[in-house]
């Protein structure tokens, strides 16, 4: 029997995706100014990466109206790659007006034609097309790009999401310039097994780029999902601080695995993150205080495993 340790990767990178996934989910609209302070402690933490925001229409999501703001309020720090999420050329074209604040593009579609229509009104072939137009002029301009799969385990509205339908559109997404692609589980309906026999294949057949697992906790089944791909050797995660967000089509969606979760299992697992636990864990306190509400996260609510040698 084959162990699946060997597998396990010395080293995991992790980005932040709660600024700009979490907070676009929240209703209330949060002030630029704590945007801006819960971004710079989070880049105080380790995180090799961060999402910061996205170049949305004001008037789709107004929680993220004040993209230019934040760019232009947060600290860069040293080591940390900034990313932000682009839905179109016309959204690009915006965001390289500010191409001096931010690192990466990501950009996102659905495998699901059930789930792209109800999310932004396209079929996905529409949204590809799209996207084969827009990457390569992000690339020209010096970016590194993500291309973001939703709904790449399964589809509230469909069902079975075939894998071979998801790996058709890395490879397109790679023909067209990505760096990196990453596969989400929008709505929290993957299992361990098959996110294990999806990665040994797309390990595979899309050699040649980073890929991403961005898993939900919706069923409770997050980090054992991150623990079967782990195995598969995916060494890229996406995660969101306080398990804040989740995608806001379907009823009963709850957040991402929570960034200090992720970051506690793994580190017990001996795989270097590069986070410093305790700093992430405070960033999610201030943020649970800016919301006025209890967060999602295990890590948050319990603490960190501390360990009583002899005890």
Not at 79 to 100: H, K, M, T, W
Not at 267 to 277: A, C, H, P
Request: proline letters at 5%; hydrophobic letters at 40%; aromatic letters at 4%.
């Amino acid at each position: 029997m084959n162990d699946p340790s060997s597998n396990l990767p010395g080293s995991v990178r992790i980005r932040e995706v709660g600024p700009r996934d979490g907070f676009q989910n929240e209703p209330e609209v949060i002030a630029t100014a704590e945007k801006i302070r819960l971004i710079d402690m989070l880049s105080a933490t380790g995180l090799q990466r961060i999402e910061v925001t996205s170049f949305v229409r004001p008037d789709v999501i107004a929680q993220l109206a004040d993209a230019d703001e934040v760019l232009d309020g947060i600290t860069r720090s040293e080591g940390v790659s900034y990313s932000v999420l682009i839905p179109n050329r016309r959204g690009l074209d915006r965001a390289l007006e500010r191409r001096d604040r931010f690192d990466e593009a990501n950009f996102f579609l659905s495998a699901s034609e059930t789930h792209s229509r109800s999310n932004v009104n396209r079929a996905v072939e529409e949204s590809l097309v799209g996207l084969e137009e827009t990457i390569p002029v992000a690339k020209e301009a010096g970016l590194r790009c993500e291309g973001v799969i939703s709904t790449s385990f399964g589809c509230p509205y469909e069902g079975e999401v075939p894998a071979e339908r998801v790996l058709d559109i890395a490879r397109r997404l790679r023909q067209a310039g990505c760096d990196e692609v990453g596969f989400g589980d929008t709505t929290g309906m993957a299992n361990p097994l098959q996110v294990r026999r999806f990665f040994e294949r797309a390990l595979v057949e899309l050699d040649g780029i980073e890929l991403t697992a961005h898993f939900h906790d919706t069923r409770g089944q997050g980090l054992a999902n991150v623990l079967a791909a782990l195995e598969e050797g995916v060494s890229s995660f996406e995660s969101s601080f306080g398990e804040l967000g989740g995608c806001p089509v379907p009823p009963g969606a709850t957040g991402n695995v929570a960034t200090e979760d992720l970051v506690s299992m793994i580190s017990e697992m001996g795989i270097g993150t590069g986070v410093d636990l305790p700093a992430l864990i405070a960033a999610s306190a201030a943020a649970q205080q800016v919301l006025g509400r209890p967060l999602g996260s295990h890590v948050l609510r319990a603490g960190p495993v501390e360990w009583h040698p002899g005890g």
